[in-house]
């Protein structure tokens, strides 16, 4: 008995397993034209990746409004602000969320950049960032470095909340600087 229930749990995982679709595939890499998006902010207005355009672009995906991680990068990010902007660069957050979670996630932790809702996973897709288990979908967390022409210079797949906006942008000065 304990044999088949062992069985019975290892083929509900492997089904588990083979049913995710992590989009990994689609991942744009460093040199290659980053996807293009049109997606509401927290305040309702359409944003498009041509919007940015002339600057850097921080491009960050994450799970979950308010969830800890989540919130922990946010702040990092919103306290690196000026000195990101310093650089000419623009931070965005992206997540499955919709706007009006949006708008209370950045209204409570004073976010000063936009956050889209990418609702349905679409661009997450794009960007090979979007963990879809069928039942249970979310961005997963990472960011993309893209230049003022629109280029991936920089793809972040593992991301520690605590210190990736120091990270990036110590990548930023240096992809600046020409090093």
Known sequence: MKRRS???SWLAFVAL???INAYADSAPVPGTRAPDFNLRDQHGEVRKL???RGKWLVLYFYPKD???GCTTEACSFRDGQALISSLGAQVVGVS???SSSHRAFADKHQLPFPLLADVDGTVAARYGALSDWKLLKFAKR???LIDPQGVVRKAYTKVDPDTHAAQVLSDLRALIAGK
């Open 6 to 8: 062992y069985l019975f």
């Open 17 to 19: 397993a083979l049913s």
């Open 50 to 52: 041509a919007d940015f």
């Open 66 to 68: 308010d969830s800890p």
């Open 96 to 98: 499955i969320d919709d």
């Open 142 to 144: 990472e960011t993309f």
